[in-house]
């Protein structure tokens, strides 16, 4: 069988893209851009901006690309009965956002758990439901909540609990300026609003068990 060839474009260093793209909202959002750039005292003519707006574009799509994703749905497609009851642990979670207040990046990590109700999800479930909230403009806030909220009502589960700490570029890079300055956030719900149970939680994120 003939081995299907791919473009410069969609393999590099056998790396197959799989990112898909609006090409009417991208040209949208890059003639924007094209006057942004001359806004800024730039020249959108010249050799190496020629190709940023339609890059800016596609970057931006991928960044948001949260809003095209149903968390629940996520959830419901691989949702098992299970008799656990336990506590069921995710954590180091890469967490990659935008701040709606000034569109720079956040990032660092979120860590959540929950207690099964009569039934469990898949693990990799829990880190898609973190990507899709943080693939949005948003607020570490309102983010901790929503993947709380997404997890309680989906499972209906003993309880959730959610931390997530991020570094904010609009604080280190512009305002204030604090390169070291760390946001943690946090959200829980059912069995973890009992001190007991939250602590358990906060002992097994913090500690190095492997």
Same mark, same amino acid.
């Given at each position: 069988?003939?081995?299907?060839?791919?473009?410069?474009?969609?393999?590099?260093? !056998? %790396?197959?893209? @799989?990112?898909? %793209?609006? #090409?009417?909202?991208?040209?949208? @959002?890059?003639?924007?851009?094209?006057?942004?750039? /001359?806004?800024?005292?730039?020249? #959108?003519? *010249?050799?190496?901006?020629?190709?940023?707006?339609?890059? /800016?574009?596609?970057?931006?799509?991928?960044?948001?690309?949260?809003?095209?994703?149903? #968390?629940?749905?996520?959830? *419901?497609?691989?949702?098992?009965?299970?008799?656990?009851?336990?506590?069921?642990?995710?954590?180091?979670?890469?967490?990659?956002?935008?701040?709606?207040?000034?569109?720079? #990046?956040?990032?660092?990590?979120?860590?959540?758990?929950? +207690?099964?109700?009569?039934? @469990?999800?898949?693990?990799?479930? +829990?880190?898609? /439901?973190?990507?899709?909230?943080?693939?949005?403009?948003?607020? &570490?806030?309102?983010?901790?909540?929503?993947?709380?909220?997404?997890?309680?009502?989906?499972?209906?589960?003993?309880?959730?609990?959610?931390?997530?700490?991020?570094?904010?570029?609009?604080?280190?890079?512009? !305002? +204030? &300026?604090?390169?070291?300055? /760390?946001?943690?956030?946090?959200?829980?719900?059912?069995?973890?609003?009992?001190?007991?149970?939250?602590?358990?939680?906060?002992?097994? @994120?913090?500690?190095?068990?492997?």
């Amino acid at each position: 069988m003939q081995e299907k060839k791919h473009t410069s474009e969609e393999k590099l260093d !056998g %790396y197959t893209k @799989i990112d898909h %793209y609006d #090409p009417a909202r991208i040209e949208r @959002i890059a003639a924007h851009y094209k006057e942004i750039l /001359v806004e800024l005292g730039e020249d #959108p003519a *010249r050799e190496g901006l020629l190709q940023t707006p339609i890059r /800016v574009a596609k970057a931006l799509q991928f960044l948001t690309h949260g809003y095209d994703a149903k #968390p629940e749905d996520i959830l *419901r497609s691989a949702m098992f009965k299970e008799d656990y009851n336990q506590m069921v642990v995710v954590k180091d979670i890469e967490v990659f956002s935008m701040c709606e207040h000034h569109m720079l #990046p956040f990032f660092g990590k979120a860590h959540v758990a929950y +207690i099964p109700n009569g039934h @469990i999800v898949g693990l990799s479930k +829990i880190p898609r /439901v973190v990507d899709a909230f943080a693939r949005r403009l948003q607020v &570490q806030e309102r983010l901790t909540n929503e993947i709380r909220d997404c997890i309680q009502d989906t499972l209906d589960a003993a309880g959730v609990a959610v931390v997530i700490e991020c570094k904010h570029l609009c604080m280190s890079m512009r !305002g +204030i &300026q604090k390169q070291n300055s /760390v946001t943690t956030t946090s959200a829980f719900t059912g069995a973890f609003v009992n001190e007991t149970t939250r602590k358990e939680f906060l002992r097994l @994120i913090t500690a190095s068990l492997i």
